[in-house]
């Protein structure tokens, strides 16, 4: 059974900082792997996604994929308080997607 | 963009009654999902539904719960009869393919309290 574990579980940043957002799993065959953006009652939004190891960069946003190491993580460049949310890392295996529990990510401004 | 509308954003049931949960998925996509949130907890995945057919279900997804899509119409989970642990928040989700374009398009969810 595939497991997503993301860290850190909160995190505070001021406004321009750079944040890190890490997520590792367990199943090596996992296919596709995404971040996703939830604000409070809102509907989870993806964000941006990777299929092989490597970065992808999108504005301020990276997605960076370690295959070998079951870790992939999102980083935020100039991080703003409208970055404020929930950010959900997602794997996928064969027919399903896993997300992992979140980080409740806070830019103060 | 494209979005998955679900009906309706808030429902409270007695214990042992039945409840539908609708959801219109994004019009071109082909692979539908349920999820089920219980609050402050991680979002679990209850079923995959592709072609007319359940293609994956979980654990969570007990034999009081079914899943269709009459006609192309909505996308509905029922759950008969009800239980207290049902309580949650139930997203629905829809992608195109499983492939390159995987993404998935969520609903804002159905909020259920089973009472």
């Known amino acids: 059974q595939q497991k997503v574990q993301q860290s850190p579980e909160s995190l505070i940043v001021p406004e321009g900082a750079m944040t890190s957002l890490n997520c590792t799993f367990s199943d090596s065959a996992s296919q596709y792997f995404a971040w996703y953006r939830q604000h409070s009652g809102k509907a989870p939004k993806a964000l941006m996604s990777i299929f092989s190891n490597g970065e992808k960069e999108e504005g301020r946003f990276t997605i960076h994929l370690n295959k070998a190491s079951l870790h992939f993580s999102l980083h935020i460049r100039d991080s703003q308080p409208s970055d404020s949310a929930l950010y959900l890392c997602?794997?996928?295996?064969?027919?399903?997607?896993?997300f992992g529990k979140g980080t409740h990510l806070h830019v103060l401004p | 963009g494209p979005k998955v509308l679900q009906i309706p954003s808030h429902q409270i049931i007695d214990m042992g009654q039945m409840v539908t949960l609708n959801c219109d998925p994004v019009s071109n996509h082909l692979y539908f999902y349920w999820y089920k949130q219980i609050l402050g907890q991680q979002m679990e995945f209850l079923v995959n539904?592709?072609?007319?057919?359940?293609?994956?279900k979980s654990k969570l997804f007990k034999d009081q719960f079914s899943v269709e899509r009459p006609d192309g119409s909505y996308f509905t989970l029922k759950i008969q009869p009800t239980a207290l642990e049902d309580s949650a928040v139930y997203f629905c989700a829809s992608s195109l393919e499983q492939g390159r374009n995987s993404d998935y398009t969520f609903g804002s969810g159905t909020r259920l309290l089973v009472i």
């Open positions: 539904f592709y072609n007319g057919k359940v293609m994956e």
């Open positions: 997602a794997v996928r295996g064969a027919y399903k997607v896993i």
